[in-house]
């Protein structure tokens, strides 16, 4: 027996888990761009992390880890993140399922047999919503392609169980959603949306603030004498510009929100064209560790000092940015 939720409709995107929102919201009839649910879950961040013995050895996130749970909490949603402490996790998401509803559950990419990735991320968010019984496969809804998957329950498994990082946690957890009351004015929610993002990027306590890109700053220069620079910087690359972000470290989807947030909060006005332009310094930065990364025996000490300098420069306009909407919305 083959059962799939017949009105839920794939569409890909940018990033996993805000496509994931989009795509579970557009089921319960609520039409939000992936930028909206980004925005709403206030997806900012920066954190660097040096990581010896490790490769890459230095590397920044741009992404709150927290979104999808922030995005559902200020959304109106009915929702828990479930995790499976004994027996088969398979069954409560099929239960799910049989009940119409469609599934987010977290994933490793290099055990899902679609994906064929040779590096583990245990952090990947997909839908599933349906299964086929008699070839024992779950059908799934992935931002990253243009066509609806299917993967083997076994591997699905693995894929859901993996203890690679980074990690969600163990329990192969899961998100049980539904949409009895969304806000019926979501003026509210980006206000708080935006407040909230506003908080945490200039609280220079917080592990994911602004404050970060300052000792990023300090240390890129330092960064010459590591042995694996050249994955570092191409890594760094890859998490500025690919990896889901949309382009620009999340900050050109995150001024698509803005646009559409101006529209609700008229105090917001404006501030996604100067978001767009961070967008695109982050992506000028981009460039830099990409070239760096493809270095050669060549002295990459003042392409790093630029990096540095530009990296400065981005955190002096986002702080602009933040300090204006925390002024404005009060």
Known sequence: MRKVIGNYVHHPGNHCGSTALSN???FWGLKLSEPFCLG???????????????????????????LEQDFL???????KLRVCTDGDPWKPVRDELDHGHPVIVNCDIFDLGYFQ???????????????????????????????????????????????????????SPWFEI???????????????????QAEMLLDPRHPDSLAAMERAAADLPGWAAIPDLSWSARFAYQIIEKRGTGGGAFRKMYADFLEEAGCLVPELAGLSAEMSEVAAQWTRL??????????????????????????RSIHESEARIFETARQRLG
């Open 286 to 311: 981009s460039g830099v560790f990409k070239t760096v990364s493809a270095l050669e025996g060549a002295s990459p000490e003042a392409l790093l000092a630029e990096a540095a300098g530009m990296l």
């Open 178 to 196: 539904a949409f009895p009351d969304p806000p019926p004015d979501w003026s509210g929610p980006v206000r708080e949306a935006v407040r909230a």
């Open 73 to 79: 909490r200020r959304s109106g949603a009915k929702w």
């Open 117 to 171: 990735s040779k590096t583990h991320f245990n952090a990947h968010k997909i839908v599933v919503f349906g299964y086929d019984e008699e070839k024992q496969s779950a059908v799934i809804s992935d931002s990253e392609f243009d066509e609806v998957q299917e993967e083997p329950l076994e591997s699905l498994a693995r894929a859901r169980g993996s203890r690679a990082q980074p990690s969600m946690g163990a329990g």
């Open 24 to 26: 579970v919201c557009r």
């Open 40 to 66: 709403l879950g206030a997806g900012l961040a920066f954190r660097y992390v040096v990581l010896p013995g490790m490769s890459p050895s230095r590397a920044f996130f741009p992404r709150n880890h927290s």
